[in-house]
């Protein structure tokens, strides 16, 4: 996926442009005192970043988890609990629930269930390991607070993949095991607190070497010059030419360390490295990819200690000196080579063999060795090692387990350069994996020499198994393919010095033409010899032989020459190579019988006169079986060579016997059969009988010794891990005691700077708490809580406050009332309280002191009765209307004026048609040509407004209307006093009018 992350020069963050995919995979572990590292973290990492973020605790299973509500509040990332299956995406964060252990593959995170107490569980050395191999150097793990030793082991596979390795400081951690573990590996890339390390990983992602990743061919021809520099400082500083080492992962491990030093360009790089000697060993170090565990592929190590090991002692006391050496070059911190002394002494102890043995084990990397040698390794390499051999070879030590003294006095580490020191000599294994993968084709010929020397007739090579003994076939023999394992048959030969695979290149070759040579190797002068000669050889054999069939062990065909498909027939049913299912039944059985003995004496077999009939026609079989050595990495593969003669038709009136040769086939292979049987149970009784004899005499001991230990160690380790959940759970909890006490303050110092009384009842309408304003009114104690209200007798609510309390729990709707007592008005108001399920859990109370409130009413009431007597006994016509002229009083002058009843003058308005007032232009009285609007937009009052009525009789009022503004209880009014000025019919009205 391609990135583009550029700093914003406002803002200084960097923003970052991606797809639906996670650049970047970033895994933290965590244990006890790790919420806090968390939070810190998350607070500073931005929330538009384009990684996926998996967070690994270890949870207790027997509490629920808060860590998705705690960290929710750091980040505006979206934070989720981790589901089976689960696609990751960028600008996330996954945290793993409970009881479950957690891997990645192909992007999606994937659940299983947690092996019982007793095992020691390590998830964050599983996920590691996941996520390393997933996404290889896209993947980021980081380490922080907690005991223990579990993420250890993950972050070496992740170093070896490519990725980036951080961890907390041991100042900043509240609990140092994990973060102190994870450093004394020496593969932490950066050593931070958790607040600086989200800018760490920005920078690194944003990197141009990082996040714009080119082809190392083009980087190569383009800084050829200064990768040689680079090159010629590791060599002075170490002694080591990296320059026939594979190109690629040069090129990208030299990238890598530019990116985490923050360095744009490789002239700059070097010469940060002049100025930095420090940066020299780091670069070197991670040149040397010094990862590797006990045990590693355990299928080869199976077939190494019940196969290999048995025939290297076999041979041992077959020679003079009675001894047993095992050489393991670039054995890093030395967990391979104590893999291979534990299986030796494990052998010896089983079969109270005794010699001398010695294991040699070197690397270039001085503390690599030094580590090595005091062999003290972390409490995670129990998920490596079974109880038996942790129990047997090792002590429990406070930093983790340490190899016994017998073990470690089996093994002599060196530091030993591969390619220019001079080898071992007189070895019976050779344990070399891992290590050729990052070499050049020359350099891995040099070596194969080198060990061809190093190892004695009848040794064996061990090699990794992504590696292959390639052009040094000649030299090995295939003793299991799969694993990677190859017996030596001869006596090697000194490596000439003048060769130049031997000596050291006279100076560091173009990186360009190296490049060259490992992406396009040639092919070797045996593979064109052979393919040149091939369609020679076939002619050849078809001139000289009959038929010739070749077949491996496994009886399948592998090439046949001249009439062999005479013989051959498919079978009917699913397609099969199996040339005894091919061949007729006759032929069968004498093919059968002479591979196995040229299997068991590995000399030519011949049998003569095999009798065949085909087509009434019978055939004299003359048979050859032999065995052809090994060639190219093959298998033993044999030849079967036939050649026939005709002995006449059927029908010639001899009678010929077919029967009897196959049953002298059938007799010799039935012989053969029951000696085999026979020799297997000889082998089988003697093994039974030393195992029963050993098993015996340690029996009684190892197995006291072996569940005591057991016992302890599982109930050590299940304590560490309760422990651990606990140190999590109490740190949950314990954040969120904090919110609930900060809430509590919060809620107290509110319902007591409101003044407000407060009493607060359950379900059964018992009191819960109160405020302290409530004591002023009502009379309550601390004891009274939890006391049914119904117990206490206060006079303010009298009895109806049970029935109103109930009904409000019931019905889950409020109720308001006034309540007074001598001197003081209250406003009481009963709402349910709901909980966040939308479900009454009880009653609240809230009394309020409205008592000035309630007499500034009765006071400005008895002011408005008083002016409201004082208009109804006025002489003069009296009208009261609000701001929008609706009649609000009218006194009884009013109703002779107007001629309508105070009943219906108190439904109009003074705009109504009904009332039909008009000025002197005859233009109907409206809201906006009003006398009241003139006083509401003055503020003033208003006289003599003249207004005319005209009445259903023809008559006409003239009316002067005077106002002024007053304020009311409830709203604002307008006193309007009218006064007559002309009453006239209506044609004489008409008739003034005109004269005015």
């Known amino acids: 996926m391609n990135t583009d992350c550029k700093p914003d020069r406002k803002t200084k963050t960097c923003k970052i442009q991606y797809n639906k995919k996670p650049s970047y995979y970033v895994g933290i572990g965590a244990s006890a005192g790790g919420l806090e590292a968390l939070q810190l973290f998350f607070e500073n990492m931005q929330p538009e970043n384009g990684m996926a973020f998996i967070v690994v ?29 689960v696609t990751l995406e960028p600008d996330k964060v996954y945290l793993i629930p409970p009881r479950k252990n957690m891997v990645i593959k192909g992007g999606n995170l994937y659940l299983s269930e947690q092996p019982e107490r007793h095992r020691l569980n390590l998830p964050i050395d599983l996920l590691f390991r996941s996520l390393a191999e997933d996404q290889e150097d896209h993947a980021i793990g980081i380490i922080l607070s907690g005991t223990g030793s579990d993420g250890t082991r993950g972050i070496r596979t992740i170093k070896e993949e490519g990725g980036i390795v951080m961890v907390q400081d041991e100042e900043s951690a509240k609990f140092d095991g994990m973060p102190r573990s994870a450093i004394a590996t020496g593969l932490a890339d950066f050593i931070l607190p958790p607040a600086k390390m989200p800018g760490e990983i920005l920078n690194f992602i944003s990197h141009p070497c990082i996040a714009e990743k080119k082809e190392p061919a083009d980087i190569i021809v383009k800084e050829e010059d200064n990768f040689s520099k680079i090159f010629n400082i590791l060599n002075k500083k170490a002694n080591v030419d990296f320059s026939y080492y594979k190109p690629s992962t040069m090129v990208r491990r030299i ?8 360095v744009h360009s490789l002239e700059e790089y070097l010469g940060y490295l002049h100025r930095n000697p420090k940066e020299v060993t780091s670069l070197f170090k991670d040149m040397l990819i010094g990862v590797t565990k006990f045990f590693r592929d355990r299928e080869s190590f199976r077939i190494l200690r019940h196969k290999v090991i048995p025939e290297i002692f076999s041979n041992a006391e077959k020679r003079e000196y009675k001894s047993v050496r095992v050489w393991t070059p670039g054995c890093s911190t030395g967990e391979e080579a104590y893999s291979i002394a534990m299986l030796l002494q494990d052998y010896m102890d089983s079969n109270r063999t005794y010699i001398d043995v010695k294991v040699f084990a070197t690397d270039i990397d001085r503390e690599a060795i030094e580590f090595a040698g005091i062999g003290l390794y972390p409490e995670s390499i129990v998920a490596e090692l079974n109880m038996e051999f942790i129990s047997r070879y090792f002590e429990k030590k406070a930093k983790g387990y340490q190899v016994r003294r017998n073990v470690r006095e ?68 295939p003793f299991d393919l799969k694993n990677r394992i190859y017996s030596h048959p001869n006596k090697g030969t000194i ?36 393919e040149s000669q091939e369609n020679y050889y076939h002619a050849l054999i078809r001139c000289l ?45 004498a093919v059968s019988s002479a591979v196995h003995k040229v299997r068991k004496t590995g000399k030519p077999v011949e049998y003569n006169d095999i009798k065949l009939k085909e087509n009434e026609v019978v055939s004299s079989i003359h048979l050859k079986a032999g065995v052809i050595s090994e060639t190219r990495g093959y298998a033993r593969i044999f030849v079967l060579h036939m050649e026939e003669s005709n002995t006449g038709a059927s029908d010639s009136g001899k009678t010929i016997n077919l029967s009897s040769p196959g049953e002298d086939f059938t007799i010799q292979r039935i012989n053969d059969l029951e000696q085999e049987i026979q020799f297997t149970r000889e082998n089988l009784q003697a093994t039974i009988e030393e195992l029963q004899t050993s098993n015996e005499e340690l029996q009684a001991t190892n197995e006291e010794l072996l569940a005591a230990n057991e016992e302890l160690q599982s ?5 560490q891990s309760v422990n651990e959940e606990l140190n999590t759970v109490n740190a949950e909890y314990q954040s969120k005691n904090i919110e609930l006490t900060e809430l509590n303050y919060d809620m107290k110092n509110l319902m007591e700077s409101t003044n407000i009384g407060t009493i607060f009842l359950d379900k059964d309408i018992c009191i819960r708490k109160f405020t302290p304003a409530v004591n002023r009114i009502v009379n309550l104690l601390e004891q009274d809580i939890g006391r049914p209200l119904r117990d206490l ?107 309508f009843t105070k009943q219906s003058l108190l439904s109009m308005n003074l705009y109504s048609q009904e009332l039909n007032l008009k000025n002197l232009d005859e233009i109907p009285i409206t809201e906006e040509n009003s006398p ?15 207004i005319c009525q005209h009445r259903k009789q023809g008559e006409e009022m003239i009316f002067s209307v005077s106002g002024n503004y007053v304020s009311s209880i409830k709203d604002d009014i307008i006193i309007l006093k009218l006064e007559t000025l002309a009453h006239r019919g209506w044609k004489q009205g008409s008739q003034n009018k005109e004269n005015r």
Not at 58 to 67: E, N, R
Not at 71 to 77: A, C, E, Q, R, V
Not at 255 to 262: A, F
Not at 932 to 946: E, H, Q, R, W
């Open 545 to 589: 032989a009959s038929s010739v069939i070749v077949i491996n062990e496994k009886w399948e065909l592998i090439q046949s020459f001249g009439n062999a498909r005479k013989y051959l027939k498919v079978p009917e049913g699913n397609m099969t190579l199996d040339i005894l299912m091919m061949f007729p039944r006759e032929l069968s059985l």
């Open 57 to 85: 605790q270890h949870l207790s299973p027997d509490y629920k988890s808060l860590m998705v509500e705690l960290l929710s509040k750091y980040t505006k990332m979206e934070v989720l609990r981790v589901e089976d299956g």
């Open 255 to 262: 990238e890598r360390r530019m990116g985490i030093t923050q």
């Open 410 to 477: 089996m093994v002599v580490f060196a530091i030993q350069n591969l390619i220019k020191d001079p080898p071992f000599t007189k070895v019976d294994l050779i344990s070399c994996r891992n290590l050729l993968i990052y070499l050049q084709p020359v350099l891995q010929k040099k070596v194969f020499s080198t060990f061809n020397y190093a190892l004695v007739p009848g040794g064996y090579l061990f090699l990794g198994s992504s590696e292959s003994i390639g052009d040094a076939a000649d030299n090995f023999e």
């Open 495 to 530: 490596p000439v010095k003048g060769d130049a695979i031997y000596s050291s290149p006279p100076q560091i070759p173009a990186l360009s033409s190296a490049y060259k040579m490992y992406s396009q190797p040639n092919k070797t002068e045996y593979t064109q010899k052979y």
């Open 793 to 899: 007798y206060i006079p303010l609510f009298g009895d109806d406050i049970l029935k109103d309390a109930e009904k409000v729990l019931a019905d889950s709707e409020s109720i308001e009332k006034r309540l007074c007592s001598q001197t003081e008005t209250f406003l009481i108001r009963i709402m349910p309280f709901i909980d966040d399920k939308k479900i009454p859990e009880g009653v609240v109370i809230t009394i309020l002191d409205i008592t000035a409130q309630a007499l500034a009413e009765k006071e400005l009431q008895l002011k408005s009765d008083l002016l409201e007597n004082i208009l109804e006994q006025s002489p003069s016509a009296q009208l009261v209307v609000d701001k929008k002229g609706k009649i609000l009083f009218a006194n009884m002058q009013t109703e002779c004026i107007l001629n």
């Open 715 to 719: 109930t050590n380790e299940e304590l």
């Open 932 to 946: 009241v609007t003139d006083i509401i937009n003055s503020g003033k009052a208003v006289k003599n407004f003249v």
